[in-house]
């Protein structure tokens, strides 16, 4: 069992950079994979970056290049660099946490809300 709680986002105008945070709380992230994932108004939630127990990551194309996935397991926080941000990254960002081999233990935090607009 494990809670997270996102917190860093904001409204960014295009261009501008922004960096969430994901804690966790109740359990140590270095036996989860971590992703961080989005919902846009009326759209699925996507996956966006994520990186495993051994800090293999992995990006949606659409973020490849802006955006970077990390994690320091001493601090129990996962972290998003989100840089040159467009109005297509408007979205709820969540935290989530994924037991490997384990469907059944997954885990999301609240959401933070990142709006990019000038």
């Known amino acids: 069992q494990v809670q997270l709680v996102e917190s860093g986002g904001g409204l960014v105008q295009p261009g501008g950079s922004l960096r969430l945070s994901c804690v966790a709380s109740?359990?140590?992230?270095?036996?989860?994979?971590m992703a961080w994932y989005r919902q846009a108004p009326g759209n699925q939630r996507d996956l966006v970056a994520r990186?495993?127990?051994?800090?293999?990551?992995n990006y949606a194309a659409s973020v490849k290049g802006r955006f970077t996935i990390s994690r320091a397991n001493a601090e129990n926080t996962v972290y998003l660099q989100m840089n040159d941000l467009k109005p297509e990254d408007t979205a709820v960002y969540y935290c989530?946490?994924?037991?490997?081999?384990?469907?059944?233990?997954?885990?999301w935090g609240q959401g933070t809300q990142v709006t990019v607009s000038s």
């Open positions: 990186i495993t127990r051994a800090a293999i990551t």
């Open positions: 109740g359990n140590s992230i270095t036996i989860y994979d």
């Open positions: 989530n946490a994924q037991r490997p081999w384990r469907t059944d233990l997954n885990y």
